[in-house]
T-cell receptor, first 113, second 113 residues
Framework: GNSVTQMEGPVTLSEEAFLTINCTYTATGYPSLFWYVQYPGEGLQLLLKATKADDKGSNKGFEATYRKETTSFHLEKGSVQVSDSAVYFCALSNSNSGYALNFGKGTSLLVTP | SAVISQKPSRDICQRGTSLTIQCQVDSQVTMMFWYRQQPGQSLTLIATANQGSEATYESGFVIDKFPISRPNLTFSTLTVSNMSPEDSSIYLC??????????FGSGTRLTVV
């Protein structure tokens, strides 16, 4: 079956630091990959997505590249801000899941001034 | 992108009672999903609710406990029946939003006392 593994948090960074949150997956075929963000007290928001190998999703300075050979979709940002403090979820979907999203456990990020 | 109105946003319920959660979508969507997010945890799929067919439940979730209705392409309800404190969670609906990934409702924060 499908599974998503994310690096354990919490992750604490200083403002303007470089961010990497690792995500690897197990799935058959060619799943679509997603990063969702949940800000404190708010709902889930789509941050970025990629639907095929070598695609790069990007949004708000965040990027992630769909790496089929390493089954990874790592999230990166060159310079984080305090406002990026949130929980980040990696997820995938494919026909095996009935196109429902399978989520990783989430990584909490705290950015300090 | 699709907009989902989810109600209620929160509720405090007595054990043994039932709560029905509603999701109204502003456009017609085929696939709708219901998730549970326990405190500090990731999202777990409860069931897939496609219009015109019976809901499909994931392992660990049963229809008697979480009955779902999907009367048309814009509306669905999830009932949490015979509640216990272990049912205290955030419940979310989600739809496949063509070209935009998946859109989520704002969630229902349920506390069972």
């Amino acid at each position: 079956g499908n599974s998503v593994t994310q690096m354990e948090g919490p992750v604490t960074l200083s403002e303007e630091a470089f961010l990497t949150i690792n995500c690897t997956y197990t799935a058959t075929g060619y799943p679509s990959l997603f990063w969702y963000v949940q800000y404190p007290g708010e709902g889930l928001q789509l941050l970025l997505k990629a639907t095929k190998a070598d695609d790069k999703g990007s949004n708000k300075g965040f990027e992630a590249t769909y790496r089929k050979e390493t089954t990874s979709f790592h999230l990166e940002k060159g310079s984080v801000q305090v406002s990026d403090s949130a929980v980040y979820f990696c997820a995938l979907s494919n026909s095996n899941s009935g196109y429902a999203l399978n989520f990783g456990k989430g990584t909490s990020l705290l950015v300090t001034p | 992108s699709a907009v989902i109105s989810q109600k209620p946003s929160r509720d405090i319920c007595q054990r043994g009672t039932s709560l029905t959660i509603q999701c109204q979508v502003d456009s017609q969507v085929t696939m709708m999903f219901w998730y549970r997010q326990q405190p500090g945890q990731s999202l777990t799929l409860i069931a897939t609710a496609n219009q015109g067919s019976e809901a499909t439940y994931e392992s660990g979730f049963v229809i008697d406990k979480f009955p779902i209705s999907r009367p048309n392409l814009t509306f669905s309800t999830l009932t949490v029946s015979n509640m216990s404190p272990e049912d205290s969670s955030i419940y979310l609906c989600s739809v496949v939003d063509r070209g935009h990934g998946y859109t989520f409702g704002s969630g229902t924060r349920l506390t069972v006392v």
